[in-house]
Each structure stands twice: as C-alpha cells, then as structure tokens.
C-alpha cells in the first residue's frame, strides 16, 4: 500500500530548480517546481522573486526556454530587458555558448552540497532553502579566505 503522504523521493527527483543569477555567477533567487511546470510559465515568480532581493535588475542573459508572452510580460512589467542567447549552431566539435558557462559554474557549486545532491529533503520547499544555504556556505567560505589574506 502506498505511502498516504505520498512518495517524496519520486517528488523531487520528478523536481526542476530555476536560479536567476548576478553576473559574477551569485545566487540571487531561486524556485524549485514540478518538472513539468514550464521554465516561461515559472518565470514571472521567478522574476518577482529577484526583484524583491535585487531591486535593480536591468538585463537578463537567457535560454531559449525562457520565450514567450509570459516572459515578455513579466519583463516589461518589472521593467528589465529580456536578451535570449542561442545556442551555436551546429557543427564539429564543441562551442562554448556565451554567459552559459557562468550558470553551468554556479550548478555546480551547488551541486557540491551533499543534501542537494542526494535529494534528502521531503519539499520543494526545503529543496529550495538548501539552495540558499549552499551559496550561503560558498559565500562565507570566500569571506573567510579573503579576511585571512588581508590581515597576515
């Protein structure tokens, strides 16, 4: 018989997380939904969500996932240029996207978080925090080497 809170293993690994960064590759929001929530359709939450942090957000480098009226909407709403990179076209060998590579560098900071790795969390919702605890963790760190450095 299956488990009446449901099985949350299944939930997460069936879970998608959207990170909006600043260009130096920092968290600033984050949201995990369902995997078949679209990316264009959890942007507005996504955005409203920076902007409370981030209030001067002006510009945005992203996929080709986030297209559509409901991001071009939510933009001009809050006010902030939508620019889309595409991806190279196709060819021999490997190419670097432009401004991918800070994303895919952030993914995998956090992805050096064992509770994010290992899906222990139950909710979305705790899922997300660990986010937020990752960079926190990663932020620190990087305090704490930086005072070292500046008082020897």
Same mark, same amino acid.
């Given at each position: 018989?299956?488990?009446?809170?449901?099985?949350?293993?299944?939930?997460?690994?069936?879970?998608? !997380?959207?990170?909006?960064? $600043?260009? &130096? +590759?920092?968290? #600033?929001?984050?949201? =995990?939904?369902?995997?078949?929530?679209?990316? /264009?359709?959890?942007?507005?939450?996504?955005?409203?969500?920076?902007?409370?942090?981030?209030?001067?957000?002006?510009?945005?480098?992203?996929?080709?996932?986030?297209?559509? !009226?409901?991001?071009?909407? $939510?933009? &001009? +709403?809050?006010? #902030?240029?939508?620019? =889309?990179?595409?991806?190279?076209?196709?060819? /021999?060998?490997?190419?670097?996207?432009?401004?991918?590579?800070?994303?895919?560098?952030?993914?995998?900071?956090?992805?050096?978080?064992?509770?994010?790795?290992?899906?222990?969390?139950?909710?979305?919702? $705790?899922?997300? +925090?660990?986010?937020?605890?990752?960079?926190?963790?990663?932020?620190?760190?990087?305090?704490?080497?930086?005072?070292?450095?500046?008082?020897?």
């Amino acid at each position: 018989m299956p488990d009446v809170r449901g099985n949350w293993q299944e939930i997460l690994a069936r879970a998608k !997380r959207l990170c909006l960064l $600043a260009s &130096a +590759g920092v968290l #600033v929001a984050a949201i =995990v939904t369902p995997a078949d929530v679209t990316d /264009r359709a959890a942007f507005p939450t996504l955005l409203r969500k920076a902007r409370r942090v981030a209030p001067t957000i002006s510009h945005l480098w992203v996929d080709k996932g986030y297209t559509g !009226r409901a991001v071009i909407s $939510a933009a &001009a +709403g809050a006010g #902030v240029t939508v620019e =889309v990179i595409s991806g190279p076209k196709p060819g /021999r060998g490997f190419i670097v996207q432009p401004r991918r590579w800070v994303v895919e560098r952030t993914n995998g900071w956090i992805n050096h978080c064992r509770r994010i790795d290992r899906h222990y969390e139950t909710t979305l919702a $705790a899922h997300e +925090g660990f986010l937020y605890l990752s960079q926190i963790a990663l932020l620190l760190r990087r305090l704490d080497r930086s005072q070292l450095f500046d008082t020897l």
